[in-house]
């Protein structure tokens, strides 16, 4: 056979057999993946098109990494996407940092920037994480909601939040002890809720002849994921990630606009509890709501078939 001939039916065979499976998992969440690498991706989380609830509950797999969309150039790596006990994901987001040389000149600096809202479904979550500072004479805090970027706010300054904390070493930091983030070499609060976005920012304090100390570090943190170690103030900064908490709920709804469960339950249209056994949540951090299964039920709420299956 002349391979002029076998191209054409060879091509329309590949079509013949890809076509129905491709309309058919743009339709059906039956059909669409289930895992990105070893991390689940349950509904209304979705790789694809029409696999997941809206845009923003869309997943990317990058070659076995499930990546969350960002507004920043920054791709945030996922490493658990649940719906129950609680609806939360854990991310992955690298460490903010300045660093400087003996004379104390910046010789690098990222300043941490993300968005994790850019379709409205996540908030940081301030219930599971902390802010920490490393360093030795360091100031930092992070900014949150730029309000002229239509974060709200309307506040004094551009930003609807600032929250840090500062961390000092009476020279080489003999006192920085392991386990202890205590304000000396390290330092750390609790954060608002509500959060959509980060963006740190480091005090200009000098920092010359630090060589125990040569980078300023701040990140956010799921708060049982860090013990300070002093060994830390010479962490490699350009790769270090941190685990970090987002609170995710439905905030789509009539107008755009984000629904409690009074609004979501009188009007069906768009109700995301649609598993006979389920049952609606007011969300917690941000507006919205969430759906979970009944007493004695488990599983997918947000599943009309095999969602809520008796226990
Ligand atoms: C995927 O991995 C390959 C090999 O490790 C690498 O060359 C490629 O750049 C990666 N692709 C993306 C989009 O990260
Ligand atoms: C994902 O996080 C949830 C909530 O903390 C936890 O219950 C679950 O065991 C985690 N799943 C995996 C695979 O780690
Ligand atoms: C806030 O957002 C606006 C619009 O996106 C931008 O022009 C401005 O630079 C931002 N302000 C700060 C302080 O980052
Ligand atoms: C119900 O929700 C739909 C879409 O979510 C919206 O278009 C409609 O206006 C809502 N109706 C009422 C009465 O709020």
Not at 25 to 54: H, L, N, Q, W
Not at 109 to 127: K, L, M, P, Q, W
Not at 132 to 149: D, E, I, K, Q, R
Request: hydrophobic share 35%; proline share 7%; with cysteine.
């Amino acid at each position: 056979m002349s391979p002029t001939l076998l191209l054409p039916s060879t091509l329309l065979l590949l079509l013949l057999l890809l076509l129905p499976a491709v309309t058919a998992a743009a339709m059906d969440p039956d059909e669409c993946p289930t895992k990105c690498g070893d991390v689940d991706i349950p509904y209304p989380f979705g790789i694809g098109a029409g696999c997941s609830r809206s845009k923003g509950f869309e997943i990317t797999c990058v070659n076995n990494t499930a990546v969350l969309p960002s507004a920043t150039r920054m791709t945030i790596p996922v490493t658990n996407l649940s719906v129950a006990p609680e609806p939360v994901a854990k991310v992955s987001l690298p460490v903010a940092y300045r660093c400087y040389n003996l004379k104390g000149d910046t010789v690098g600096e990222f300043d941490g920037h993300v968005d994790v809202n850019t379709r409205g479904a996540y908030r940081i979550s301030d219930a599971r994480n902390v802010f920490v500072v490393l360093g030795c004479n360091t100031g930092a805090f992070t900014m949150n909601s730029n309000a002229t970027g239509g974060g709200g706010g309307g506040g004094r300054y551009d930003y609807r939040f600032y929250m840090g904390c500062f961390a000092y070493c009476d020279g080489p930091p003999g006192a920085a002890a392991d386990g202890r983030c205590a304000s000396v070499g390290c330092c750390r609060v609790d954060i608002a809720p509500g959060l959509t976005d980060n963006v740190v920012q480091f005090e200009d304090w000098p920092h010359d002849g630090m060589e125990y100390s040569p980078c300023d570090v701040a990140f956010l943190v799921d708060r049982d994921g860090y013990e300070f170690r002093a060994a830390d103030l010479l962490m490699d900064v350009r790769r270090r990630s941190m685990p970090v908490w987002l609170d995710w709920a439905i905030r789509d709804g009539g107008d755009g606009e984000p629904m409690s469960c009074a609004a979501a339950t009188g009007n069906r249209t768009g109700y995301a509890c649609v598993s006979a056994n389920s049952e609606c949540v007011d969300a917690v951090n941000g507006p919205g709501y969430y759906c979970r299964c009944k007493q004695g039920f488990e599983g997918n709420p947000y599943l009309e078939k095999n969602g809520c299956t008796s226990k």
